[in-house]
DNA sequence: CCTAAAGTTTCGGCATGCCTAATAATTGAT
DNA sequence: ATCAATTATTAGGCATGCCGAAACTTTAGG
């Protein structure tokens, strides 16, 4: 149970221990979680360990990784460096949507809390990033908004892009050459038999455009749906 | 000779090698480097051993420690970024001179290219810092004014601060509470008995103030004199 | 010149965080 | 219920960068 500031690696493992459950429920395992950082399994079977003794994690041997309240703490601050300073790279400094993940990736390790707070405060304290993903407050909490895949909903739904998934930096620039954004007012029109693409309408008047869009893409644009879940639900750690 | 990306360390050892030179010509020893990189001398004497082998420093056994000309090229980009990002958080961030430096120097080791000369250009391409300290540009020119400390100048001498060092953060607390900042007009009027103070008038007409420097804060300040070395030398790597 | 103090380097160790290979537990298919 | 395939953990190593202690130069005083 040390009590040193943590490691950029110890910080990393925990935002990603985190952002596995943001959009699901189930916990990560070890394998998943090697993937994600990129590393070996021995590694994270390691780190799980020194995680468990810093009181971050909860951990049987064998069985998947969960977050304690410690842990939600410093990865809900982490989360909230990195979109802030993505959030940051785009209005200030001019980056695309496309860029800011790695920068934002390597600022978040280094700086200080007043920099993130004043850096907040310029911005005037935004509650989602450019790719809509939730910003927690400084005290921790946050606005989960509502929203399905767009790849799982059903002919007839419409709603709005909230969040569009920034795993993928082409993914990322085809959408915003095609001019599909954040807040564009969609339908689902239908699906293309076979597992095909699913057909949509983004836009509407002038900005009206059809789409066929493979699974890929549909499963990277969450849509917040009045139809399906109105409101908002409130995490607190 | 190793040519994989400088880790933040070696980043660190070659800025203070170079720094060290920047006011005065007498090259850096290893217990000099210790002392200002914080750790002990048998790792500067390995870490040298290091950077010679990479090609960036020249280095005998027992001697002092000098730059070769891909370590000043290294150097310089360090000082860029240094410096430049002290200017933003100042600019941009709404902070103090006597914060910046510990914030630049998690962040210059941290931030790509693109960021530097994103915020260059945000910046408007400045030459100087918030404490008068000049901005190598990004192919390494740097125009070095010609300063003299103000402890060194004998009674009569006139001309601007041009630079503060930012050493120690607190003289500069010291300086902005008394409004002595940078471009103010000076002129020294004498000196007190047995190495005491230096009588210096700053600010003319409204702002005119007379002071008793200290040592300690006379040598802080460098003042370019018309009088004394007019113009400006331009090192290049 | 010679010796002691000061400065520098070498040596063995430690911590972090990664790896591969070997071992162990769990799971699912028969 | 058992046995392979999958998943997870341990063991032994490597690289970086730090330390203190010991050994070695250099330099300055007498």
Known sequence: MKTSLPSSSI??????IYSFTEWQDKPITSTQLAQRLGV????????????KDQGLVDHQPYSAITLTADGVRLALSMVRRHRLI???LVRELGY???????????????VSETFIERMAAKLGNPVRDP???????????VRVPAAHR???????????ITRISDENPE???????????????????????????LVVRIGSGGTRQEFDLAAEVASALWVHSEKVHPGCSLKRP
Chains 1, 2 share one sequence.
């Open 86 to 88: 993505e959030t940051f």
């Open 150 to 160: 767009m790849s799982e909903l059903d002919a007839g739904h419409t709603g709005l």
């Open 171 to 197: 993914l990322l620039r085809y959408l915003s050459a095609q001019r599909i954004g954040l807040d564009a007012d969609i339908e689902v029109l239908g699906r293309k038999p076979f597992g095909g693409a």
């Open 96 to 110: 695309r949507w496309d860029e800011v993940h790695d920068e934002a990736e390597l600022l978040e390790h280094a």
């Open 131 to 141: 790719h809509g993903d939730p910003i927690p407050a400084a005290d921790g909490t």
């Open 40 to 51: 070996a399994n021995s590694s994270v079977s390691e780190m799980v360990r020194k995680l």
């Open 11 to 16: 910080e990393d493992y925990v935002k990603v």
